[in-house]
């Protein structure tokens, strides 16, 4: 039987609604944090929820501690209403469809497709979403963003990155990580990218070799490490992700899930890839493909990719 679920934020912490973000019609209690490009519409979000890049929360009341991934989607503008349990995680292009309830510490795997409730503490996963198995954590209090939202409140445009001489990134970007590579990288408008050496983990950062390319609206979250071979090329909303959190415990700490792309491989449009992984060299990418394993060199991957998580 689970322990109390406590609320985890300090109530001396604003809520944080990003510059990008839109928050219409819609309660954000403290300690929660959206971030750009998010879209949070008649909905609430109680204390220490987080809401990544790009995702859509419409009609949905998310309970305490609840960390909802980048490009994730909760809800429709006119559906039912989505109830979202303390302490839960939505992973990264995972949907969640109107009128589900998804329990307390539940976690709904990247590019999941939720159709029908999800019970507390169950891991769920696919299209459309199948129970995996059942969360055994240690009890250590709910996710607790608050830390990590006071220090970003508190920066500057002056952190702002700089792409290398001869990096080509298009304009309406969000540039937030450290870059090295090579001299001729073209990435389209609208890039988000974060990650540093000297943040979570030392191998934070987004580096890239000679002749990479990448297509318009990637968001490249490089606080884990991201490494993009020679000529390998990339279409439309592009999503890497560097980083996990450990299912073991309650609080569902960050974990560092390093991400490695071999030269010459061919990514489609509006591919996910959560590490830690490595793609081979050549490998293919289709469309919409979720990568959450690693992928042989000159192989072709379709459809989500489980391998052996979350």
């Given at each position: 039987?689970?322990?109390?679920?406590?609320?985890?934020a300090r109530t001396d912490v604003p809520a944080l609604v990003e510059s990008g973000a839109l928050a219409a019609n819609s309660l954000t209690a403290n300690g929660s944090w959206v971030r750009h490009g998010a879209e949070v519409i008649d909905s609430t979000l109680a204390q220490g929820v987080f809401v990544g890049f790009r995702s859509r929360v419409l009609s949905a009341s998310l309970g305490p501690g609840t960390m909802v991934a980048s490009l994730a989607t909760?809800?429709?503008r006119e559906g039912d209403r989505v109830t979202v349990g303390a302490g839960a995680w939505i992973a990264a292009r995972a949907v969640v469809a109107p009128g589900v309830t998804v329990g307390d510490g539940a976690v709904v795997a990247a590019g999941a497709h939720v159709t029908a409730d999800v019970p507390a503490d169950a891991i769920v996963v696919?299209?459309?979403?199948?129970?995996?198995?059942?969360?055994?954590?240690?009890?250590?209090?709910?996710?607790?963003?608050?830390?990590?939202?006071?220090?970003v409140r508190a920066r500057t445009n002056s952190n702002a990155a700089t792409?290398?001489?001869?990096?080509?990134?298009?304009?309406?970007?969000?540039?937030?990580?450290?870059?090295?590579?090579?001299s001729d990288v073209v990435i389209g408008a609208g890039l988000i990218a974060l990650g540093r050496p000297d943040g979570p983990s030392p191998a934070g950062g987004v580096r890239a070799a000679d002749g990479v390319r990448i297509g318009e609206d990637a968001t490249l979250e490089g606080g884990g490490g991201i490494d993009?071979?020679?000529g390998t090329e990339a279409g439309a909303r592009l999503q890497i992700l560097s980083s996990g959190h450990d299912l073991d415990r309650r609080s569902l700490p960050w974990e560092a899930g390093a991400v490695s792309i071999g030269a010459r491989v061919r990514i489609g449009h509006d591919v996910t890839v959560v590490g830690p992984c490595h793609i081979g060299d050549g490998a293919v990418l289709t469309d919409g493909a979720v990568v959450l394993g690693h992928v042989p060199a000159h192989s072709t991957t379709s459809g989500v990719l489980e391998g052996n998580r979350p």
């Open positions: 039987m689970n322990t109390p679920l406590r609320d985890p909760i809800g429709e696919g299209r459309p979403a199948r129970i995996l198995r059942h969360r055994k954590v240690t009890e250590d209090g709910l996710p607790d963003i608050s830390p990590i939202v006071a220090i792409p290398p001489a001869g990096w080509r990134v298009g304009p309406g970007s969000l540039l937030d990580a450290a870059f090295t590579g090579g993009i071979g020679a």
